[in-house]
């Protein structure tokens, strides 16, 4: 049986103040950080030393939602990538480490709606419905105005159950713009490259869900999601999507492209399970897999020490 910190029982406890709980579990530690408001959204942005700082290689920033669905614990949606993620701020919190990371907590993403539901990317870029709600929208919108328009982007979502790493499958719309295809290219390109430097063993490039990366490619800027998955669950879904050619649009809009009820719920039993237990009383600590923890600290780890050129 695992024995979990006794903070991270705290975190997922159901009537925590998550944006103070994190506030105080890095100040604690001597990390800095500022609240930054965009409309209702309260995101929490880490403030490192600025000699963490250089210009000669290019920003990258580690984004994790912490707010959950309401009456859920929200184990791995998203309360381990997030207490994951404070744990390596605390170790990068040290002015002799250049790093040139960036280090966001959002809120608002569970309020996408469509995220969850699913969007085509043009849609996303369109600025439909439910995406202009996301906390990552506005937070995109709000950087943009402040011209940080060329950092890596990387979301990280669902990462504590499972071994395998999932970069989600992304592609341009159609109406994004000659820069936004080159960041995005780059981008994807960098996140391969921050796999590999990981050390793990087996990765995979494959459709997910949106997350936060939604809000950002909606607001203009370039995101990739990585999330974790079991190694049968991760096997069982290449196979699937490679067979079943309906699962892939089923994937990323929810619904099947036809519109048949009876052929959503059909390809609903192809989904991994560690997605089918999200947003339900099931995304709870018993769900979780030690781990992942530390596949997910390598993989910070390895961001922190890759330098991307800023060309």
């Known amino acids: 049986m695992v024995k979990w910190p006794k903070e991270f029982l705290q975190f997922i406890e159901p009537d925590c103040d998550r944006l103070l709980f994190i506030q105080n579990y890095l100040s604690e530690r001597g990390v800095k950080t500022a609240v930054v408001k965009t409309g209702r959204y309260s995101h929490i942005c880490v403030v490192f030393p600025q000699s963490c700082y250089t210009p000669f290689f290019r920003m990258k920033t580690v984004v994790a939602h912490y707010d959950r669905v309401a009456g859920t614990v929200g184990a791995n949606d998203n309360s381990a990538a997030v207490f994951a993620i404070m744990n390596w701020v605390c170790r990068m919190n040290n002015p002799s480490i250049i790093h040139n990371v960036n280090v966001v907590f959002t809120d608002g993403e569970e309020a ?95 459709p997910l869900p949106f997350s936060d990366n939604a809000g950002f490619i909606a607001s203009g800027l370039a995101a990739v999601q990585i999330t974790f998955l079991p190694v049968e669950e991760a096997s069982a879904y290449m196979m699937d999507i490679v067979k079943i050619l309906a699962l892939e649009y089923f994937v990323v809009h929810k619904k099947p492209e036809s519109g048949n009820e009876n052929e959503a719920l059909a390809l609903q039993q192809y989904l991994p399970k560690s997605w089918k237990m999200l947003h339900s009383n099931e995304d709870c600590l018993d769900s979780l897999t030690a781990e992942s923890f530390s596949l997910l600290s390598r993989i910070l780890d390895s961001i922190a020490s890759f330098k991307p050129s800023c060309q």
């Open 112 to 206: 996408g709606g469509k995220s969850r539901e699913g969007l085509v990317l043009d849609d996303v870029c369109a600025n439909s419905g439910g995406i202009k709600n996301q906390g990552a929208y506005s937070l995109g919108k709000h950087w943009i105005r402040y011209g940080r328009t060329d950092d890596d982007i990387f979301v990280f979502d669902c990462c504590g159950r499972g071994t395998i790493p999932v970069l989600g499958k992304t592609v341009a719309p159609k109406n994004a713009g000659a820069q936004f295809k080159k960041n995005l290219g780059r981008l994807l390109q960098n996140a391969e490259s921050v796999l590999r430097g990981a050390a793990a063993s087996q990765w995979i490039t494959a």
